[in-house]
């Protein structure tokens, strides 16, 4: 029998030793101080502008050098942030914000209510929470240097939560010189307001990025709370470091030479709890769903059988069981609200059978006369779980008849190539897999997966007017349960056009050493604040 040299590792992983396979770290640092914090983060910061795109690597990027008006709480109610007072009129029209003393750009120069004003116009470009704001004012402007108002046409009782929200892309103010341009075109200038300043020195694109405490910054003097209270920096730099390869992560965290990794996959799971200098910790409790985005611009998925021929084939079970394989990790999904939310429910989910049903897959591809169109499905070769997950795709598309083809590249890539509408031998797509907040599905005016407004939409571009009258409703439905009702029309429009295809629900633990601790557990973002080394 011939062992192999990833087995080899494997059996030593399983065993608590520590890997003799040489660290990518060992020749380029010394074992951390305590001051500084080393993590081996998922993804590939390569576009830095967090309005720009919606990957989490820079939604992270962003949450660390920027600030924002209101915060989420830990029992996920908007707090006030960079704002220091509000109000609104008594018909709910006129709201009014008064920035709070002490925020100053990492330039020197102070923030003010034009750069909140422009930051807002921005973000509003192609955030479907911002768009719901922008039909319904009259006037966003500024009055003084401190103080902004938002003037609407009709009461929007949301608006809050809008601004608050933590499904990307997240409302990061940004300086007026920044934030003047087209959310199309990306900010380069990595300039904030927030607790951390990014090193441009140090920066080595592939193999890390540099944060440095910012001592200007001045926290709100309540304490922590989720996302909300006092951004308290408790450590002097984290370095971000690109590795990806998790057993070498793996090796690296058990030598002390990072603290901690974002996305460990599940089958180094046992070997992280045998360790007794390592912890696997849950930050988002509601975990995360698998989403496959489907590309209803071009062929073969501009029609609708060709969708629901997804819908069938795809066979929760064995995805999860490539994504997450302990069964206490991953479960099954089928509502477009998620598991976790109030909004969940069973509406039109007749399609969902374990195993899948790929008969009744190949034929819905055949009334949808599909000719053997080349299907690419866009591969990440440095999120573990995705890349199986889409290899898994491929081989279950091949069985039907379907030509998958897959196209491997670093997650950057994707971001890249996503935005591309265009057919395949142009360098398009058909297919891509992500994930996002599990929480975030119960707010369909804020989460990306949930638009269906065509160009306006995220990618994938669903179109569906019907869908989209009722999800302009939310915004004025006022009782929990009338939301309910709505949730349920809503999703079984989704399901009969399909929007996307969910491949499951995944509770994903990050792994740190001990010795670091503090770590904020809240949805979709990784906070850097708080956390301190023993």
């Not at 975990?287 to 209803?296: P, Q, S």
């Amino acid at each position: 029998m011939r062992i192999s040299r990833r087995d080899l590792v494997k059996m030593g992983l399983a065993a608590g030793t520590a890997l003799s396979m040489p660290s990518v770290l060992r020749a380029q640092t010394t074992p951390v101080g305590d001051r500084t914090v080393r993590m081996a983060m998922t993804g590939d910061l390569s576009v830095f502008d967090p309005i720009f795109t919606t990957a989490d690597i820079t939604a992270n990027h962003g949450l660390a050098i920027y600030d924002t008006l209101f915060s989420l709480d830990s029992k996920l109610m908007p707090q006030p942030q960079m704002v220091g007072r509000w109000g609104v009129s008594d018909d709910k029209r006129t709201y009014t914000f008064e920035l709070r003393d002490g925020l100053g750009w990492h330039d020197g120069t102070p923030v003010t209510a034009a750069d909140c004003v422009a930051s807002i116009r921005r973000w509003a470009q192609v955030d479907s929470g911002g768009q719901v704001i922008m039909e319904r004012a009259s006037d966003i402007s500024k009055k003084d240097d401190k103080t902004f108002t938002i003037a609407l046409k009709e009461p929007l009782g949301v608006l809050i939560d809008l601004l608050a929200k933590v499904s990307e892309p997240c409302l990061f103010i940004m300086r007026e010189t920044d934030a003047i341009r087209p959310a199309t075109e990306q900010v380069t200038a990595n300039i904030g307001s927030g607790p951390f300043k990014f090193n441009h020195a140090l920066a080595k694109p592939g193999a890390n990025f540099t944060y440095d405490r910012n001592d200007e910054y001045v926290p709100r003097s309540e304490a922590p709370e989720g996302f909300a209270g006092g951004k308290v920096v408790k450590v002097d730099r984290v370095i971000w470091d690109s590795i990806a390869d998790q057993q070498t992560a793996l090796a690296a965290l058990q030598a002390g030479e990072i603290d901690f990794i974002s996305g460990p996959p599940a089958d180094l799971f046992a070997a992280i709890e045998s360790d007794p200098s390592l912890a696997l910790q849950v930050l988002d409790k509601a975990g995360t769903d698998m989403c496959l985005r489907i590309n209803h611009l071009q062929k073969p998925f501009d029609n609708v059988k060709a969708r629901q021929a997804m819908l069938h084939l795809v066979d929760q079970q064995a995805f999860l069981r490539v994504i997450s394989p302990d069964p206490k990790y991953g479960h099954a999904v089928t509502s477009i609200f998620g598991n976790s939310t109030l909004y969940s429910n069973d509406e039109n989910t007749g399609w969902y059978k374990k195993g899948g049903d790929p008969e009744r897959a190949k034929q819905l591809f055949q009334e949808a006369a599909y000719a053997g169109e080349k299907v690419v499905i866009l591969q990440p070769t440095n999120w573990a779980s995705a890349s199986n997950a889409a290899q898994l795709l491929a081989v279950t598309l091949r069985k039907i008849g379907v030509n998958a083809e897959l196209a491997p590249s670093d997650w950057g890539g994707i971001v890249a190539r996503r935005a591309n509408k265009g057919p395949t031998e142009s360098g398009g797509w058909n297919m891509f897999i992500t994930d996002d907040s599990d929480f975030v599905q119960g707010d369909p005016i804020a989460a990306p997966f949930l638009s269906a407004n065509g160009d306006k939409a995220w990618y994938g571009w669903p179109k569906n007017e019907e869908y989209e009258a009722l999800r302009a409703k939310w915004a004025d439905v006022d009782t929990l349960e009338k939301r309910k009702v709505l949730a349920r029309k809503m999703q079984r429009l989704w399901w009969d056009f399909v929007g996307d295809v969910r491949l499951g629900q995944i509770i994903a633990p990050k792994a740190r050493r001990k010795t670091l601790t503090g770590l904020i557990e809240m949805p979709q973002l990784i906070a850097m604040w708080n956390m301190q080394k023993a």
